[in-house]
């Protein structure tokens, strides 16, 4: 399955893509909306992970341009404000969920769950679970 994040944290890039990677997926990172969008047709996800605070395009703005390219993308937005009030319409999507920051590697790894992806490798996982995170870049796609 392939999976793209979206992004302005370096560390949650980081995070993501090493713990998700480790999980057998194929992950791209993004430090925004734009990059995203201009790879589009390079990489397409099965699954989008999107900030919604970010500078440029914020993440409501890059998930309405995405709905055009790809109607029903399965999207989960993740943030650190919390955004259910102001999302409410946008979460009655089948296809769309919300994961507030900060989230642990067991959060993330139940929301991939719900969105009817199951792991490739099934895992035991604790919530006290950690990912050594190096200090390098993530390269961008």
Not at 34 to 41: H, P
Not at 102 to 108: N, S, V, W
Not at 111 to 140: D, V, W
């Amino acid at each position: 399955m392939n999976i793209s994040v979206i992004d302005d944290e370096t560390f949650i890039l980081r995070l993501m893509k090493k713990t998700l990677e480790r999980d057998g997926y194929v992950v791209r990172v993004y430090r925004s909306g734009e990059l995203f969008l201009n790879d589009i047709e390079n990489f397409r996800p099965d699954l989008v992970f999107l900030d919604i605070l970010m500078p440029g395009l914020n993440g409501i703005q890059v998930y309405e341009r995405l709905s055009e390219l790809i109607p029903q993308q399965k999207v989960i937005f993740i943030s650190a404000y919390d955004f259910t009030g102001k999302l409410d319409v946008i979460l009655k999507r089948s296809y769309v969920w919300y994961l507030p920051k900060p989230f642990g590697i067991k959060e993330l790894r139940e929301i991939i769950s719900q969105t009817g992806h199951i792991p490739l490798r099934a895992k035991r996982c604790q919530s006290t679970e950690f990912i050594g995170i190096t200090e390098e870049e993530p390269k961008e796609s």
